[in-house]
Nanobody, 126 residues
């Protein structure tokens, strides 16, 4: 049974840091690209960034470059989203998702991802 479970969401102050974890099971994490997404109230889901399966290539949306970092520990079946210098506009529910099939490219398009977690709330106070 495939499971994707996010954790680590919290209330933090503007300029603070937070690390989210995405623990997977039911499949071999090594072979799958993982994406992080977020959805704020009243807004569409946005691809924050992703990390490839084979060579740990990453891709980030411009608004988080230099502040958010995705990493993976395949031995622990875990992908991390390190968030620094958080801003109120980062407030959202954050989701982790895995691609089912291998692709030579990596993408932040939500439709390319097959297995999703339930999300974890990040709130940044001003």
């Amino acid at each position: 049974q495939v499971q994707v479970v996010e954790s680590g969401g919290d209330l933090v102050q503007h300029g603070g840091s937070l690390t989210l974890s995405c623990v997977t099971s039911g499949f071999t994490l090594d072979y799958h690209t993982i994406g992080w997404f977020r959805q704020a109230p009243g807004k569409e889901r946005e691809g924050v960034g992703c990390i490839s399966s084979s060579d740990n290539r990453t891709n980030y949306v411009d608004s988080v470059k230099g502040r958010l970092t995705i990493s993976r520990d395949n031995a622990k079946n875990t992908v991390y989203l390190q968030m620094n210098n958080l801003k109120p506009e980062d407030t959202a529910v954050y989701y982790c998702a895995a691609e089912l099939t291998y692709k030579a490219y990596i993408t932040r398009r939500a439709g390319e991802y097959d297995w999703w977690g339930q999300g974890t709330q990040v709130t940044v106070s001003s």
